[in-house]
């Protein structure tokens, strides 16, 4: 089994066996996002259901706060490599429009993970909202769990020097010159995608040849 990239939910074909899902932005796929998905896959070999995660392309807040968009951690192909690298089973890609923007937490989660995909277990990190204006909360999917008939598990947060890891987190170490921490907290190699272009070659005459 291996790792399936659905783009939109209308592409997505729903069964008994679709039935442990996650979801979230992932920027970075960093340590915490790992462990959310370690307890997928597990989840999904203990419990014997399909493991689906759902991201969401473009980032939200390119919508919701587009004169402050974030400086995201990873582009896509590095994202979609980093969760074949991760986990097995099914990406969902939904397109991050302001029809999906303006749903709310119970539309969503009836609309889509209930009705369209089967729900069975949802596995989520602790500081985890969605739904319209991010209304939707950690105590909102719990009476939602209970209402739809669903299990629900809590990723606690993976802490460095006390406090957890975000994507926020990293983005501001990089930003500060700190790459070591930011690295650390990735768990794996980040990497900077640019097009090399020809300079004047000076680098060369000098016997230290660059990459521009």
Avoid: C
């Amino acid at each position: 089994m291996n790792l399936e990239i659905i783009k939109g939910i209308g592409h997505f074909k729903g069964s008994s066996e679709n039935g442990v899902v996650t979801m979230g932005t992932f920027d970075g796929l960093h340590l915490g996002h790992q462990m959310i998905l370690r307890k997928l896959m597990q989840s999904s070999e203990r419990e014997r259901l399909f493991p689906l995660a759902i991201t969401f392309e473009p980032h939200p807040r390119v919508l919701v706060t587009p004169n402050a968009p974030p400086p995201l951690l990873t582009i896509w192909e590095e994202k979609v490599e980093l969760f074949s690298r991760y986990m097995k089973g099914h990406l969902l890609v939904l397109d991050f429009n302001r029809e999906l923007m303006n749903l709310t937490a119970e539309d969503f989660i009836r609309d889509y993970l209930v009705t369209k995909i089967g729900l069975k277990r949802l596995i989520v990190g602790y500081d985890h909202a969605f739904g319209k204006n991010r209304s939707g909360t950690i105590n909102d999917l719990m009476e939602l769990s209970r209402k739809y008939d669903f299990s629900l598990e809590i990723v606690d947060p993976i802490l460095v020097d006390g406090k957890p890891i975000s994507s926020s987190r990293i983005r501001r170490a990089f930003m500060e010159g700190k790459f070591a921490e930011g690295s650390a907290m990735l768990g794996h190699p980040y990497s900077v995608y640019g097009t090399v272009v020809k300079g004047i070659g000076l680098g060369r005459k000098l016997g230290y040849p660059t990459a521009n």
